[in-house]
């Protein structure tokens, strides 16, 4: 599967965004998907995870209550839906996809899109 991520864009705090990532092939829905980013001078981090139905989702910590997974399997699309943004909010997103949640909440992906920058101004 190929992902292609956007979306990303200057948004000053307390703002939202909504990224979108978009993949090809027939078998998308057979893929649990997740969000990643990574900022300048940090290792990359999990964000988010939906599985294959959109049944179950998992967040980290820090976003938890803020941002919002879901997935389109008729269009092939996931999304991250990112409210009440705070300036450590900025990073490079990137999505990401695997056949099980455990391996994308780990980082352990086969498949990774590019990623979108969002800047978060205070």
């Known amino acids: 599967v190929q992902l292609q991520a956007s979306g990303g864009g200057l948004v000053q705090a307390g703002g939202s965004l909504r990224l979108s990532c978009a993949a090809s092939?027939?078998?998308?829905?057979?893929?649990?998907m997740g969000w990643f980013r990574q900022a300048p001078g940090k290792e990359r981090e999990f964000v988010a995870a939906?599985?294959?139905?959109?049944?179950?989702?998992n967040y980290a910590d820090s976003v938890k209550g803020r941002f919002t997974i879901s997935r389109d399997n008729a269009k092939n699309m996931v999304y991250l839906q990112m409210n009440s943004l705070k300036p450590e909010d900025t990073a490079v997103y990137y999505c990401?996809?695997?056949?099980?949640?455990?391996?994308?909440?780990?980082?352990?992906?086969?498949?990774w899109g590019q990623g979108t920058q969002v800047t978060v101004s205070s």
């Open positions: 990401a996809a695997d056949w099980t949640i455990a391996a994308v909440v780990a980082g352990a992906v086969g498949y």
């Open positions: 092939g027939r078998t998308f829905s057979s893929y649990d």
């Open positions: 939906i599985s294959r139905s959109g049944s179950s989702t």
